[in-house]
Nanobody
Framework: VHLVESGGGLVQAGGSLRLSCAASGFALDTHVVGWFRQAPGKEREGVASTSSGDGTSAFADSVKGRFTISRDSAKNTVYLQMNSLKPEDTAVYYC???????????????????????WGQGTQVTVSS
């Protein structure tokens, strides 16, 4: 059971990247999925979260209007599309899942890292000015 992020890289300001979060060993559709990032010397912060099933999503104010999140159930993958990237978006990006909806866990979006119990290894995003 694990998550694997990919799609990071080096991009110029104003550019775009699409990050992938692929799950293996379980069905990602039954979990709330969050995307987080952590820059050097800073705390991990939530940037996006998507619900199980109904496509409801939430975004941090810092990325609202620039980032979108989507699921591909057939590929058991969640994507984070990042547009109009800024140098301050530079960080290691992680995806994470909450416990399965229905086992004492509501279908509730969250930017709090502590409520997520499975994390990927992260992928580096660097935005040059």
């Amino acid at each position: 059971v694990h998550l694997v992020e990919s799609g990071g890289g080096l991009v110029q300001a104003g550019g775009s990247l699409r990050l992938s979060c692929a799950a293996s060993g379980f069905a990602l559709d039954t979990h709330v999925v969050g995307w987080f990032r952590q820059a050097p010397g800073k705390e991990r912060e939530g940037v996006a979260s998507t619900s199980s099933g109904d496509g409801t999503s939430a975004f941090a104010d810092s990325v609202k209007g620039r980032f979108t999140i989507s699921r591909d159930s057939a590929k058991n993958t969640v994507y984070l599309q990042m547009n109009s990237l800024k140098p301050e978006d530079t960080a290691v990006y992680y995806c994470a899942t909450r416990p399965p909806v229905g086992i004492g866990v509501g279908n509730i979006l969250s930017f709090v890292p502590a409520v997520y119990d499975l994390w990927g290894q992260g992928t580096q995003v660097t935005v040059s000015s």
